[in-house]
């Protein structure tokens, strides 16, 4: 205790004499400015990382995320187990309301291409509406965009295998049915995709899977009152494409438009 007072007593004296010497004071205050200038730099950094980061195109894609946690009951999944029934069953299929047209895309962090991209779809997604640049063409239809990524990391991700390789492997009819409507689309005979692209699609692996791989995914023309699908190999996915070209973020978002309408570069030029 006798320690503790003692020192105590030092501060004490150094404060009174602080207090009562005139000169010292200013010089303190134009220290702590100086502090505070000094400092700005760092915070202005600080703030501007975090703006970075909340606008990032990873940020962005995650919002829209299907995981592919929890293998055969993940989100990702359950997005597209409607195609794997075709093969098992002629009953009808519901489709969830939020799931009747969408754009399906394949990412990866950090991935420079689909960053590019973003820009197409935050413009697409700003602008939509009935009264907006892109009015859709059906009454009441909803942009809607989903993401997988592609090196996700998930509990059941191993050493020898990653999550998107187990993905792959239950829904491989999923993306040689993909291919087949990319080789049949006239986004394919307006030479805007490649045969090998095509190609390795139907055969999917994670070293030849391509970022980014877009998919248009519309039930909507066969949907019945109830929200149900009869079985039908030409519902479903519409558009496949690689990319987005344009050189500003409302010349992709026009090509996602086409894209969404089956116009543009997605009809017959004939």
Known sequence: MKILKAIGGVFVKIWRWIKNTAWVQPLLIVGVIFGVIFSIPAISSGIQGLINGANSADTFYHNFQKSMEGDKTSAADVLIKNYNKYDDSEENIIIPENEQKYFLMFTSSNNAETKEIKAGFET?????????????????????????????????????????????????????????????????????????????????????????????????????PDHSVTPDKSAGITQVLFDVPGDTPNAKASLLFDCWNCEGDFTSKK
């Open 124 to 224: 697409l997604r700003a602008n939509w509406g009935p009264d907006s640049v892109y009015a859709p063409r059906q009454s009441g239809e909803k942009f809607q965009l989903y993401t997988i990524f592609t090196d996700e990391i998930t509990t059941s991700t191993t050493p020898n295998e990653n999550a998107f390789s187990k993905f792959l492997g239950r829904n491989y009819s999923f993306f040689e049915t993909a291919s087949g409507v990319g080789f049949d689309s006239d986004y394919y005979l307006n030479k805007k995709i490649t045969d090998d692209d095509l190609n390795n699609l139907a055969t999917p692996s994670p070293d030849n899977f391509k970022i980014p791989t877009i998919f248009l995914v519309d039930w909507s023309a066969k949907i019945n």
